[in-house]
């Protein structure tokens, strides 16, 4: 993990690059976030034994293959614990998870074919809703649940957004929700929906927040 500051004050959240070694933190944190999600819920069964297992199998696997991308990870850090992470899919990547081999075997060994067959309509359904030119992905945000409420995850999106204008490839970011307590905080933050997506008796959110030139040129001045 790379820190962005070397002298701050206890308690002071920090943002920080990921690498390899948060990885471990990184799955506790997005397992958490994701284990009692709609969308998780319906895609993963979790009326069927093994559910919490087949959470942490598809975090497990998401981890690896951005990682494996080498795409933007990034972190909160508040006193040396890292307490939020997002994972952010680049525009040119493009990831259409059905042409990735290997990640579908690992997710059918891990998680089962009717699981890995949900997801991966899932994705695709997202995919078609994408807009052009494309965009930054969001696939993966969570807040450590201790953490939570402390204004942790708006200062991890806003470095997120940050990232994407600095960004001149991408038209903004995306990035979904099956909980709809979360719009309010979304659509505070500008996003504004791309449609719906159904999932049994769930419906899942997709969410765009474009980037404007002027926030780009904005950020290129503060580097």
């Known amino acids: 993990m790379s820190q962005g500051s070397q002298n701050r004050k206890a ?28 969308t998780f819920q319906y895609l ?37 614990t890292l307490v ?10 493009r990831m ?7 990640w579908r075997i690992r ?10 067959r949900r997801y991966l309509d899932y994705h695709e359904k997202i995919r078609r809703l994408l807009p052009q030119p494309l965009a930054h992905q969001l696939p993966l945000m969570g807040v450590n649940p201790k953490y939570q409420n402390r204004g942790y995850g708006r200062l991890l999106l806003k470095a997120v957004e940050k990232l994407c204008a600095e960004n001149p490839r991408g038209s903004g970011l995306v990035l979904d929700t099956g909980n709809s307590r979360y719009l309010p905080f979304y659509e505070s933050e500008g996003f504004r929906s791309l449609g719906k997506i159904q999932l049994g ?8 927040r474009e980037v404007h030139a002027d926030s780009k040129a904005a950020a290129s001045a503060q580097n």
């Open 84 to 93: 939020a992470v997002a994972f952010i899919g680049d525009p040119e990547l």
């Open 96 to 102: 259409n998870l059905a042409d990735q081999f290997s």
């Open 201 to 208: 008796d769930y419906e899942d959110h997709v969410l765009f």
């Open 11 to 38: 308690s002071e959240p920090v943002v920080v690059r990921l690498d390899a070694t948060a990885t471990n933190e990184a799955r506790s944190i997005l397992y958490h976030a994701y284990r009692n999600e709609p």
């Open 107 to 116: 997710m059918v060994l891990t998680t089962g074919f009717a699981s890995t």
């Open 44 to 80: 993963f069964d979790h009326r069927r034994p093994g559910y919490d297992q087949r959470i942490r199998a598809t975090i497990r696997e998401l981890i690896d293959l951005y990682l494996g991308f080498e795409q933007e990870s990034i972190g909160v850090m508040v006193d040396d």
